[in-house]
């Protein structure tokens, strides 16, 4: 098993920034592709950026060139940054975790963003 723990939530004003964190632990070994999702009221959620173990990361369109993630794989953390924040980025934020194909998910942090 794999528990996954995420920080940095909180409320901020558009334009602000916010970092979240994820530390996984437990059975954290052999963890590969680790991500945050996030899901806003009344949607679905939606991948935000995932990260390999080597570092290589992709994104979302609508968070390209304001949000940055990056892990510390001996820390077994990974980490949100979140710059140039809008209203619709308010959602509750999820880390995610893929070991042996299995997916381990955070209990999420809420993210609000006032206009």
């Known amino acids: 098993q794999v528990q996954l723990v995420e920080s940095g939530g909180g409320l901020v004003q558009a334009g602000g920034s916010l970092r979240l964190s994820c530390a996984a632990s437990?059975?954290?070994?052999?963890?590969?592709?680790m991500g945050w999702y996030r899901q806003a009221p009344g949607k679905q959620r939606e991948l935000v950026a995932q990260i390999t173990v080597g570092g290589s990361g992709n994104y979302a369109d609508s968070v390209k060139g304001r949000f940055t993630i990056s892990r510390d794989n001996a820390k077994n953390t990974v980490y949100l940054q979140m710059n140039n924040l809008t209203p619709e980025d308010t959602a509750v934020y999820y880390c995610?975790?893929?070991?042996?194909?299995?997916?381990?998910w955070g209990r999420g942090t809420q993210v609000t963003v006032s206009s």
């Open positions: 995610n975790a893929l070991k042996r194909s299995l997916g381990y």
């Open positions: 437990g059975s954290s070994t052999s963890i590969s592709t």
